[in-house]
């Protein structure tokens, strides 16, 4: 399916972004942590690539570490990348806002938001929503 494809692709870039903002990590550790989080088979030939893309854009950057014998390379966000990602994080909010927003419910009494159910009474004439039989009555 070209669209799940797609989907994975942008939630492995999301996801990497997100990931490294929280702390820096190399390859095996985002692939591993990427296969937990999906259930799907990431590959390598995924990750590096973005990394390097990222790296060319100046968002992440690479520095060697020796792990006991082998020699691995930490990716971090830079200044950039950090600014980049809480854009991103803060678009991403937006977009959920976005697709939940319009099926909230604030009581009229506390203001809390019911994203399903909650109380209705007709209030002088008009019909306000609550989020419970409590806020309804004290209203």
């Given at each position: 399916m070209k669209s799940e494809e797609s989907f994975l692709t942008n939630m492995t870039k999301f996801y990497v972004i997100t990931m490294l903002s929280e702390k820096p990590a190399h390859g095996y550790q985002i692939i591993t942590r990427l296969r937990g989080i999906t259930g799907k088979n990431i590959s390598a030939g995924q990750i590096y690539p973005l990394l390097k893309e990222l790296e060319r854009k100046r968002l992440v950057r690479t520095q060697p570490i020796k792990d006991g014998k082998r020699k691995r390379n930490v990716y971090s966000l830079t200044a950039e990348g950090k600014t980049f990602s809480s854009g991103l994080l803060?678009?991403?909010?937006?977009?959920?806002?976005?697709?939940?927003?319009?099926?909230?419910?604030?009581?009229?009494?506390?203001?809390?938001?019911?994203?399903?159910?909650?109380?209705?009474?007709?209030?002088?004439?008009?019909?306000?929503?609550f989020c419970c039989r409590y806020c309804a009555g004290h209203y």
């Open positions: 803060a678009r991403f909010s937006e977009l959920v806002d976005a697709a939940i927003k319009p099926r909230l419910t604030v009581c009229a009494h506390c203001g809390c938001n019911v994203y399903k159910g909650g109380f209705g009474k007709v209030v002088k004439g008009r019909r306000k929503m």
